[in-house]
């Protein structure tokens, strides 16, 4: 009797097996988990195939990018095959609310126009009053300025009105002899001791 084996090594019979056996493959087609290992790959030991990194990079950027792109298409699916459904299962409801949504959009849109025209002229206000309050401010260091400057003259004028008064007593070429005799006539003694409160308290005698 002749037996039809598969290119797996599995008999036909047992591919058709009903479902309820369980059904145990052998490991490598028709070698049983219990053979040993071949004699001719006993010393042989399995090195893995070297591995550019450069390769690895490109295979891995690409990967990531093939699962984004393959997530994206999955997701997009399922969200037109849900929206499918909804519309077939809501039907007129479903466009009832979308018009509802529609709607409500457009009043949104109408109120924030309105907020951005309201807060556009409060900013408007606000850098007008700002505007306002920095050429009172420059007008104002103006105004102080000039008074400063005109303080300035006025410290000046006096300056120069004390200095003419002490201009007359001057000593010159016409009053030089006047002033010497004045001089001998009522020496002065600067050889003298003050206390911390400024008073004399010891003066040399004059010879």
């Known amino acids: 009797?002749?037996?039809?084996?598969?290119?797996?090594?599995?008999?036909?019979?047992?591919?058709?097996?009903?479902?309820?056996?369980?059904?145990?493959?052998?490991?490598r087609g028709r070698k049983s988990r219990n053979d040993p290992k071949a004699k001719s790959k006993e010393g042989r030991i399995k090195v893995p195939p070297p591995i550019d990194p450069v390769e690895m990079v490109v295979l891995k950027e690409r990967f990531t990018e093939y699962e984004l792109i393959m997530r994206a298409l999955r997701l997009e699916f399922k969200e037109e095959m849900l929206r499918k459904r909804?519309?077939?299962?809501?039907?007129?409801?479903?466009?009832?609310?979308?018009?509802?949504?529609?709607?409500?959009?457009?009043?949104?849109?109408?109120?924030?126009?309105?907020?951005?025209l309201r807060m556009r002229k409060v900013r408007e206000l606000r850098i007008q009053n700002e505007l306002e309050a920095a050429e009172l401010k420059k007008s104002e260091e103006a105004i102080q300025a000039e008074q400063l400057l005109q303080e300035l003259i006025r410290a000046k004028e006096r300056e120069i009105l004390q200095l003419q008064e002490d201009a007359k007593n001057f000593i010159t070429l016409e009053n030089l002899d006047q002033r010497i005799e004045e001089a001998l006539d009522n020496p002065q003694n600067y050889n003298f001791a003050i206390d911390k409160d400024g008073r004399v308290v010891k003066r040399t005698v004059l010879e």
């Open 86 to 116: 909804y519309e077939a299962e809501v039907g007129s409801q479903a466009e009832e609310r979308a018009k509802q949504e529609a709607e409500e959009h457009r009043a949104l849109m109408a109120w924030n126009d309105a907020e951005n």
């Open 1 to 27: 009797m002749f037996q039809v084996i598969s290119r797996t090594g599995t008999p036909v019979t047992r591919l058709l097996a009903s479902r309820g056996a369980v059904l145990v493959e052998a490991v």
